[in-house]
């Protein structure tokens, strides 16, 4: 058993699961999307995006791409709350709340992939 | 060079995962402890300013508690959080910043940098490997030209060298070795502008590896080689590198040439000389009588080849005669630096002298002692330092021989100008009175300076008038070529050397042939015959007035005036 392997796996698919748990829910419903599971989907996002740092491999090029992508989206929806919440002031209505969830949607879409690659990649090793 | 790109981003890893854990946690507890705000209603620190707040307390700037003044609570998190969050962040950036300027690191930037511009070269370019003395004379050389070079040496001091040097001509350089491969690659071996590699590195193998490299990988192009031994030269010779020059050798030759014809050796130092410089004076080594060498290692042994094969009676003097090896004539052990040697020798009844070690003190030193014995010796130094440039002057040699200095011209001559490369060889199949009278010829038209040396190619782009002028059917003669554009009455101050044309070569042709297209002119002549021999051949008003005699209306409506007056 690699350590790192370990550790690499366990941020990979924690940043799938939190971005999950952050983005189920109604979709316009302010309830049902704690900003603090935002912020431990971006934080948990970051740390596996910096694992993925200096891999050679084609697999670990795209692993780093899918990870940007998530980190892009997360970050234009942090963007967004803090926006309507501090500058425009006009809080979390439906409109907005609508348009924060679905930014974590695409992450989430973009961790799936790195999961799906990081299976195909764990099933090809066959050690 | 690409690994060293992802080994920084390895390296990266550890001190901004530490950075993203250390502000989650600071910013987590910032949040998660209630705070008052100035009417004592209990509230929340949101992300936004809880990120704002870590991010100015790790830095160490500190703007204060905002947005409103904290609470006990929030202030014990605080100063707990101040110093894990400094710390850490000192360590992060400090080690991405390190990282950045690590030396690895910023090598692959640079070789990164360096084959960009490489690639976005868009003139044709020699690859000069090695910046010594010699590839520094070379690289000045080509760039007055306005040819353009690529350079590579092994040391870093070299190439910064180079970038301080006002050259005139933008040369890149790149540090590393030349005997890799990838190293020539990136200094655009493969480009398709890369019209010849020249190799000066001061050792052999280095450019034999050279030489075979560039064969290899692009045939097409020309191979220019330093070498110092005969085998490395007929190795080189075997895989077919197409200029290889030895220094030794080539200095032998030109003491020969001197010895049996001195006006020829003076016709190709003066050609070779570059206009800027003062022309010299002839030598006439001494024909008959005895030469003293000192020193039989490479240099030795070929001027010892060359004095034998004209006849002469030659003694050599030597210190190691087990790495040398001993001549089949007289020799004498010793230095040469010594009064008793040089009597062994005979210097005394002696006409010719070469000192010939490797050391430039011990030369002087033989050539001061040899004097004081025979006052009247014809001297040949070898130098071996450009930078004892001021003590050799001073000691007065009649010939000196510097290696750098006589590869740098060959080469100089070799790409720069062809025809030139051709001519000298040529001559060197005539007598040597007929060199004699070019010299006259030459001395009566230039004052002191060199002669400039020049090609014309009669082609459309180089002489636009004279091709057009030709092409509507009328002749123009060579003597006509030759006439001062700006009085029809005087001649221009210049010799035509050779013609080629259709690859048949003519020795000083006969100003009255006329010039063909395609047809390549060697002239020789002052610096101002060659600005105005410019003037004619692109010029059509003034190369009709050279024709007629009339100047001709420049613009429309002079023309058009022009045109009613002689209706």
Redesign the interface.
Known sequence: MNPEKVLFGFFIVLALTLNFGFFVGELDNPEHHHVYELFAVIVVNLVATVLKFGDRTQMGAVLLATSLVAMLQLFAAALVWTVVEHITGTGMTPAATASVVSLSGGAMLANVISVVLLIIETVMLRR | MD?II????????AP??AL??VY?IA??GM?LIPGRDADGNVWHM???HAFYFVSFMASTIGFGEIPHAFTAAQRLWVSFSIFFTVVVWLYSIGTVLALLKDETFQRALTERRFARKIRHLREAFYLVCGYGQTGEALVRSLTERNQHAVVIDILDERVNILQLENLREYVPGLCGDARLPAHLLEAGLNHPLCEGVVALTNSNEANLKIAITAKLLHPEIEVICRADSHDIEANMASFGTDHIIDPFDTFALHLATAIQAPCLSLLQDWLSLGHSNLLKDPVYPPSKGLWVICGFGRFGKAVYEKLRREGLEVVVVEANPDTTGIPSTAFVLGRGTEAETLSQANIERAVGLVAGTDNDANNLSIIMTARELNPDLFVILRQNRKDNDPVIEAVGADMVMLPSQIIANQIRVLLGAPLQHQFVKLVLHQEDEWACELISRISALVNHHAPEVWEVAFTEQDSHAVCAHVKSGKSLTLAQLMTDPRDRQRELPCIPLMLLRHNERTLLPDPGISVQKDDHLLFCGSHQGRDRMEWTLQNENALSYILTGETRPEGWIWRQFSKKGTR
């Open positions: 690994n992802f080994l920084i981003f390895r390296r990266m890893r901004l995962l993203i854990l989650s910013i987590l949040v949101d992300f936004f």
